[in-house]
């Protein structure tokens, strides 16, 4: 189950790329853009972290940060950063134990079959840490500019 907007998002600790402890609560005062994405170096995932990327300095102008989140570990997540030159935080959790409490671990189907997987979903949190938005991708062109527009 998704969290909802109002509520107070659910706090976390991750690994970044480079190992480093990354904490939700290490962003109070600036707005949150936490997104989800099934996996690293997939068409969709790339064309949605370059497209955050393209457009930093306008989230950075909103005071906002973006900080993705899969499954991937820290070595595919530094990989995966430093081909594309990405300028923003993605973490591992490779257990999924915070993919699932954000409600983004769900059954899937394609092409006929089903499996659990992360459902594309960026939420947006506000200075205080509560939840302000969530916006479920159905498709990755246009998601950033919704998402700054909701800013």
């Given at each position: 189950m998704y969290l909802n907007k109002g509520e107070k998002a659910t706090e976390f600790?991750?690994?970044?790329?480079?190992?480093?402890?990354?904490?939700?609560?290490?962003?109070?005062?600036?707005?949150?853009?936490?997104?989800?994405?099934?996996?690293?170096?997939?068409?969709?995932?790339?064309?949605?972290a370059c497209s955050f990327n393209?457009?930093?300095?306008?989230?950075?102008?909103?005071?906002?940060?973006?900080?993705?989140?899969?499954k991937d570990t820290i070595d595919s997540h530094l990989s995966f950063?430093?081909?594309?030159?990405l300028n923003f935080e993605i973490l591992s959790d490779p257990?999924?134990?915070?993919?699932?409490?954000?409600g983004?671990?769900?059954?899937?189907?394609?092409?006929?079959?089903?499996?659990?997987?992360?459902?594309?979903t960026t939420y947006i949190i506000d200075e205080h840490g509560f939840v302000v938005d969530v916006i479920k991708v159905s498709k990755v062109d246009g998601h950033v500019e919704k998402v700054l527009d909701n800013l």
């Open positions: 600790a991750l690994a970044n790329k480079d190992g480093k402890t990354i904490k939700l609560s290490d962003y109070l005062g600036k707005k949150v853009i936490l997104y989800f994405y099934p996996k690293d170096n997939t068409p969709g995932c790339t064309k949605e393209d457009n930093i300095v306008a989230f950075n102008e909103k005071n906002a940060v973006i900080l993705g989140i899969s950063s430093n081909e594309f030159g257990d999924g134990k915070i993919i699932e409490e954000y983004v671990w769900q059954l899937k189907k394609n092409y006929g079959k089903e499996y659990m997987g992360i459902v594309r």
